[in-house]
């Protein structure tokens, strides 16, 4: 028995494994990990009296997802698809499905806030003081309260020089900016009442639906113009 009469369990409690996943990823919540449960991505044993027992094979998918929602911005159904494609699930999650083969972008450094002045923004991503006024005019990029630069800031400054060797100018980017806008109308819809709930577990649940949504319009924005584009050539 336990000093406080509770037996003994064998596993890591909720808490425990908060521990071990914290130092990687500081914003996972206790709420988190029962959301992602509740989702099927794990399902740790429990005891007679109800208390979860999770196993280090629990806590190796948990890193996983986490690493594919913070690193891939996966969709939870996509994650679970890889895991439950796994050959045996006793193995754990990271050395089944492979996430340390997965290649992590450069530009989506693993959990480091981004604080960067002008001078280093333009020294990260190659841009210059013309092409980003032109930026912050078409409201595409901007700067913090005190003046400096977020990772977003950082990534699509990147990926507008990116596209820009294909002779695409901000200018031409505002349809994204208007459609972005948008959907952050919908998803506003559907989340604003839960956020302006009282319990900090429905803001947490929010904040998992806005990431699941965000995912999956990507997701959705990419195919559409991927079969736009082969309809033009085929046309």
Same mark, same amino acid.
């Given at each position: 028995m336990t000093s406080a009469g509770r037996p003994q369990r064998d @596993? !890591?409690?909720? @808490? &425990?494994? !908060? &521990?071990? !996943?914290?130092?990687?990823?500081?914003d996972v919540t206790i709420s988190k990990i029962r959301f992602l449960e509740s989702e099927g991505l794990l399902r740790p044993a429990r005891t007679p009296s109800g208390y979860r027992q999770f196993t280090q094979v629990d806590v190796d998918r948990l890193r996983y997802v986490l690493a594919a929602q913070r690193d891939h911005y996966l969709p939870l159904k996509v994650i679970k698809e890889q895991l439950d494609a796994a050959s045996d699930p006793d193995q754990p999650a990271r050395a089944l499905v492979g996430v340390d083969r997965l290649p992590t972008p450069e530009d989506f450094a693993a959990g480091h806030e981004v604080r960067m002045t002008r001078e280093e923004l333009f020294a990260e991503t190659g841009i210059d003081q013309r092409l980003l006024t032109e930026l912050e005019n078409y409201g595409l990029v901007r700067s913090g309260a005190a003046g400096f630069y977020d990772q977003d800031a950082m !990534?699509? &400054?990147?990926? =507008? =020089?990116?596209? @820009?060797?294909f002779g695409i100018e901000p200018r031409h980017l505002r349809t994204f900016k208007v459609s972005a806008d948008r959907e952050v109308g919908l998803l506003h819809q559907i989340v604003g009442p839960m956020y302006r709930q009282r319990d900090p577990d429905a803001r947490e649940r929010a904040d998992e639906i806005v990431r699941e949504l965000a995912s999956l319009s990507v997701a959705l924005h990419t195919l559409l113009v991927k079969t736009g584009l082969r309809g033009v050539a085929g046309g």
């Open positions: @596993g !890591l409690s909720i @808490g &425990a494994v !908060l &521990a071990q !996943l914290r130092p990687e990823f500081p !990534l699509v &400054a990147r990926i =507008v =020089v990116a596209m @820009g060797e």
